[in-house]
DNA sequence: GTCTATATCGGGATAGAC
DNA sequence: GTCTATCCCGATATAGAC
């Protein structure tokens, strides 16, 4: 592998256990067992990994969200959706471990966040909708528009929330509290028995063991 | 005022304001115009301040959630507890900025957040239950556990994630933004009409525009 | 209590040899 | 491409005079 490829690797390895702040370059490059005028050579700093790496971030998220979403979704199909989009997000955590400081630092990136998280409420809004259409949920335009609002509440910090807590769970659990809540949270506006409330946690619990 | 007193007041304004990486011991002194080395002669760096600065919203958080429910609590008293809890955290709202970075720092202070926390977490508990007995609450005591939750993330990541989308709002907003929400989550599970909710939702707009 | 001056330390960054 | 050596800078911290 080429080193340029290898740098940031590490680099996001190092920043999701440790936090951006945490890492220095010569951490870096001491991890990788070379020197810091090395890494120098290929990225002119810490910026600049943290830049490529958005960029990475940024790449993928935007084609799962691009992905048209069907007009006669399930809701199987919703938290699979979800789920793809968490596991990205979590492949890329240290972005989300304090948002702030980073979009502080970093201008461009902060409007590329602003950006992805106006698009994923775009997608969690025509998704809702879809279930309007088929009768599967319940409530007005105004509801939906909150609904909307607390899923991405839900899924962009539920991570910090357990953080702050002081839990250690590992990456499967973390991903699926976030969908159990975000279920949570919706199932009242569905038009749902509590089987089938029970009968989808037991789906998803099991799809995030699959990843 | 005392100068070890000022120096308190303006580093929490200076926290709150930049967020507490973005600022400096120099920083401080330069606001306060006096010399570092005067800063240092009282605190012994941005450490103690920090700490003294906690321990502050500690026990006035304390107080807060020592106050005893009572057992005939209305939503209303319910809410504006909340609202008293939301003043206290938002006059300290740095340590939330980026709480991860803050207890990565200081063990100390990473213990009380957690003391904090499920001490909030248990206040809120007793309140669901109160309601429940008045048959005011509906569904089961897992479904009360997964409120509970619900209400801890949605009262400590709101202001996160209204940062994290970048959008600018004022104290008094912010903290409805958050009453709000829960007010909106919790609602499903509440024996109440329609009605009732956008009254509830009127007035705790109301409270918090005098707040 | 307060100041000035200074020491220290760590991270970011570059020059030049190989 | 990679290394060593070095520089710069900002933040922390202390000593000693007033």
Redesign the pocket.
Known sequence: M???ERILLVSLELFNQQGETNV????IALEL??????L???Y????SIITALFAMYQSRMIKILNAPANDSLSLEEFFYYLLLVFQVSHEYRFLYRNPSEIAEKYAKIARGFRRILKQKENVFDTCLKSFYEQDLLLGDTQQRQQIVELIGLIATQTPNYHLLKGEEINDGDYIFQSLATILFALTPYMQMSKEAYQELDETVRNLCKEA
Chains 1, 2 share one sequence.
């Open positions: 080429k080193t340029a220095s370059s010569v951490d067992d070379i020197s810091p005028g090395n120098y050579y290929h002119k700093g810490k910026d």
